[in-house]
């Protein structure tokens, strides 16, 4: 059974003060892990996809890494617009129907 | 990327009735899904809606619970039946774009059974 935990589950910092989000899995055979941030009230917005280990995505100040076990969510820098519910999800390769497994989530909170 | 509308986007439902929620994608798509979300929790697969044919459903949710069409590519309905408080949640609903891996969701559907 695919498994992802994120941690930790809630995150508060000073802005610009850097930190990172992490995202463990266990999955039969990863076809894509994906980081969405979701605000309150609002759906989930797509952020990145990672598909093989060692492998970097950029956007603003976070930066996706990904290994073969985890994945990095880094933040850079951060603004207090940052903060929201970030989601990490795996899509496993033996998925026929192509579906995410979603973790806990780690709540962001950027003090100005 | 898609844009993928909701409807209702909110609603306050009575113990008992079933309630339908629209989802409406602006693009060509190949996989559809509904998830749940219940209050402060993540978000659980519900089932995959599939284009002609029925819905395929993940342990824990059933048709008569939860009955879903697909009647062509970019259109779906999730509809919730019987409902008890125990259904309060925000269901949202996904899309995976026909070119390309990236899957996206819609701003979901806020219901509360009272």
């Known amino acids: 059974e695919d498994q992802v935990t994120q941690s930790p589950e809630a995150l508060r910092l000073q802005e610009g003060e850097s930190s990172s989000l992490n995202c463990s899995y266990t999955v039969s055979g990863l076809r894509g892990l994906f980081w969405y941030r979701q605000d309150p009230g609002k759906g989930p917005e797509f952020l990145f996809t990672?598909?093989?280990a060692g492998e970097e995505k950029e956007k603003e100040r976070l930066k996706a890494t990904l290994t073969k076990k985890e994945s990095f969510l880094h933040i850079t820098a951060p603004k207090p617009e940052d903060s929201a519910t970030y989601l990490c999800a795996v899509q496993a390769g033996n998925n026929a129907g192509n579906m995410l497994t979603f973790g806990g989530g780690t709540r962001l909170m950027v003090k100005p | 990327s898609a844009v993928i509308s909701q409807k209702p986007s909110r609603d306050i439902c009575q113990r008992g009735t079933s309630l339908t929620i629209q989802c409406q994608v602006d693009s060509q798509v190949t996989m559809m899904f509904w998830y749940r979300q219940q209050p402060g929790q993540s978000l659980t697969l519900i089932a995959t809606a599939n284009q002609g044919s029925e819905a395929t459903y993940e342990s824990g949710f059933v048709i008569d619970k939860f009955p879903i069409s697909r009647p062509n590519l970019t259109f779906s309905t999730l509809t919730v039946s019987n409902m008890s408080p125990e259904d309060s949640s925000i269901y949202l609903c996904?899309?995976?774009?026909?070119?390309?891996?990236?899957?996206?969701f819609g701003e979901g559907s806020w219901l509360t059974v009272v």
């Open positions: 990672l598909y093989s």
């Open positions: 996904s899309a995976r774009q026909a070119s390309g891996n990236t899957i996206y």
